[in-house]
């Protein structure tokens, strides 16, 4: 069964400062798709990043990227310049590839940013 | 833009109550998924459905059953409302050919059980 693991319950940053969120995750399958998810306190989740596992280039989504290590199945988030607003919750999530996966969550990072 | 509609954001039930949760999405998704979320434990599923008429076991479908009738309305049933069941239930969907496997989530409902 896979399995994800964020092991950060709570951080926080200065603003513009550089955050890394951790995730790791367990699977014995080779095709699958990682993402990061980010839920403000209007509690809506709103996609952030996604990296395909066969891809080797890590994802970037302007101040956002990941450093995605297959081997050690690894997928951390860094948040460049942070800002007041990226102030939420934010899941780490997989999926395998085709057909209809579910999407199996971490538990969260709380991320605070301050003044 | 996907939209995925919850039509109740809050509702407070009494313990025993039948409860529903209507979920709607504009895109044609195959897949429509409920989650449930709670504080430290993530979002957990609770029952995905892949067709009309077609569902499946998450992992915590105990208490729940599930309705889709139509392609785009996806709904959760409570039979009977404890209050272990206080909790966000968050409804998405899912094209499958598409997207990159990507969920796209509703606004969530926050459930109250007394």
């Known amino acids: 069964a896979q399995t994800v693991t964020q092991s950060q319950p709570e951080m926080s940053v200065q603003e513009a400062e550089t955050v890394t969120l951790s995730c790791t995750y367990d699977?014995?399958?080779?095709?699958?798709?990682l993402f990061w998810y980010k839920q403000p306190p209007s509690r809506q989740m709103i996609l952030v990043i996604r990296q395909e596992a066969y891809k080797q280039q890590n994802a970037t989504e302007n101040r956002f990227s990941v450093n995605f290590q297959k081997a050690a199945k690894s997928f951390s988030l860094k948040i460049s310049d942070s800002q007041l607003g990226d102030t939420a919750m934010y899941f780490c999530?997989?999926?395998?590839?085709?057909?209809?996966?579910?999407?199996?969550f971490g538990a969260g990072t709380r991320l605070a940013v301050h003044p | 833009d996907v939209k995925v509609t919850q039509s109740s954001r809050y509702l407070v039930k009494r313990t025993g109550e039948k409860v529903f949760l209507e979920c709607v999405q504009d895109m044609d998704h195959e897949n429509m998924f409920w989650y449930r979320q709670d504080p430290g434990l993530g979002l957990r599923l609770i029952y995905f459905?892949?067709?009309?008429?077609?569902?499946e076991k998450g992992d915590i479908p105990e208490g729940y059953s599930v309705s889709r009738e139509k392609k785009e309305r996806f709904s959760l049933i409570l039979e009977s409302a404890s209050t272990n069941q206080t909790s966000m239930y968050l409804c998405?969907?899912?094209?499958?050919?598409?997207?990159?496997?990507?969920?796209?989530f509703g606004e969530g409902s926050w459930l109250t059980v007394v």
């Open positions: 459905s892949y067709d009309v008429k077609m569902k």
């Open positions: 998405a969907s899912q094209a499958l050919l598409s997207s990159g496997n990507t969920i796209y």
């Open positions: 699977t014995s399958e080779s095709n699958y798709y």
């Open positions: 999530a997989f999926t395998l590839s085709g057909g209809y996966n579910k999407l199996i």
